[in-house]
């Protein structure tokens, strides 16, 4: 059997993952742009509060962070593929902090998302 044609990955359902025969895989294209504005994209997993006044809490501690993209870059992981990251402008503090380009949404799309993902953990 030809070595490149064997699975190169075993997924934990036991699914054979097979490499690209066309070639590299092409890299996403940068969603976002120079100077736009984004907020971060809300996350999937909520608090262990499980009584109404810890969620309280916890969404009252929670604050959602809205920045200027300052600067698109490419950075290659541990595994080789090749991932946009973003460097933000917070607005609630002066420091910038890089983050992968999935971690984030344009502010237009932000509450469409958050409905999207509160429907997901029925919050």
């Known amino acids: 059997m030809n070595p490149s044609l064997t699975p ?12 690209c ?18 907020a971060e994209r809300p996350r999937l997993y909520g608090s262990c509060a499980t009584t109404a006044q810890g969620i309280q809490e916890y969404t009252s501690r929670r604050q ?10 490419t950075q290659t992981n541990k595994c080789g593929a090749k991932r946009n990251y973003i460097k933000v402008k917070w607005n609630h ?9 999935m971690r984030l949404c344009p502010i237009e799309e ?3 998302i958050t409905t999207v993902t509160r429907e997901l953990i029925d919050f």
């Open 21 to 38: 025969l066309s070639g590299p895989l092409l890299m996403a294209k940068a969603k976002f742009s120079i100077g736009q504005h984004v």
């Open 64 to 73: 959602q962070r809205y920045g200027v993209v300052v600067d698109i870059f």
């Open 93 to 101: 503090n002066n420091s910038v902090s890089t983050h992968d380009q």
């Open 8 to 19: 190169t990955h075993l997924l934990l359902d036991h699914t054979l993952l097979w490499p």
């Open 110 to 112: 932000l509450q469409s």
